[in-house]
């Protein structure tokens, strides 16, 4: 790991862009050049702050981003780390929600309404394989656009694939891009529907009973077995499912 002093010249390089940005460009030219590898433990907000001179806000929100994005997993009392990097595929993917938002140049917020053990209902414990009754890690988030909600996304969690699942705070980072980091995702199905919402779903969608959304159910894996099941609902004139392959030649 370079010294301080080596890292606060490369922040005064980056002084055209803002303090946050040139803190992440340094984070990020550590793990891409392998100095920092999967799993490695990247500096606090606290050693940042001693290290490069910013303040906890410019530490904090260069952390928070590289979650968000999936280069770091944060877990709540032990740190932040690097991810495991996915291997390539050509598997359907369903992207992280907060990446897709920042993309565009927005502001992404979640609110999580529940995040709890559960005992497993017939279906989730169909699609986990276990037994029925067996406990489960559930979360039910709210994922919005600018304020606006865009996404209910209701996941059951395999407790083998991520103990502490229940400790993370999923206002900070999403589920997908912690279970991506802990429980890096090997196979995939999907199942894409058009639903009309269910009442409760209009309440946290702010969105009439008559609103037409699309539905994504996905059950995803790792090398070590079922990761999670996932139902994820859209509101139809807020979002639409795109996708590309190759570009086309120039005429």
């Not at 303040?55 to 770091?72: D, F, I, P, Q, Y």
């Not at 103990?163 to 589920?175: A, N, R």
């Not at 429980?183 to 969608?205: R, Y």
């Not at 702010?206 to 996932?230: D, H, Q």
């Amino acid at each position: 790991m370079k010294r301080s002093g080596e890292m606060k010249r490369e922040l005064a390089e980056n002084d055209a862009a803002p303090l946050y940005a040139g803190v992440k460009q340094m984070i990020l030219d550590r793990i891409h050049s392998g100095e920092w590898p999967p799993k490695y433990r990247v500096p606090s907000e606290n050693e940042l702050v001693v290290e490069l001179g910013v303040s906890k806000m410019t530490a904090n929100r260069a952390l928070r981003e590289l979650a968000n994005e999936g280069e770091l997993v944060r877990i709540q009392g032990v740190g932040s780390f690097v991810a495991e990097r996915k291997g390539a595929s050509a598997l359907f993917e369903v992207r992280n929600i907060a990446e897709e938002i920042a993309e565009r140049g927005h502001s992404h917020q979640a609110t999580v309404i529940v995040l709890a053990q559960e005992a497993a209902s017939p279906d989730v414990a169909d699609a986990l394989e276990l037994g029925i009754g067996s406990p489960v890690f559930h979360s039910l988030i709210v994922h919005s656009e600018n304020g606006v909600p865009v996404q209910i996304e209701d996941r059951h969690v395999h407790p083998d694939a991520a103990p502490d699942y229940l400790q993370q705070d999923f206002t900070d980072m999403t589920p997908n891009a912690y279970l991506s980091a802990v429980a890096p995702l090997s196979g995939s199905e999907h199942v894409v529907e058009a639903v009309m919402p269910q009442a409760w779903e209009c309440k946290l969608l702010t969105i009439l009973k008559t609103e037409p959304c699309l539905m994504i159910w996905r059950r995803t894996w790792s090398a070590r077995g079922i990761v999670s099941t996932a139902r994820l609902v859209y509101p139809g004139h807020r979002y639409r499912l795109e996708s590309q392959s190759g570009k086309p030649s120039d005429r």
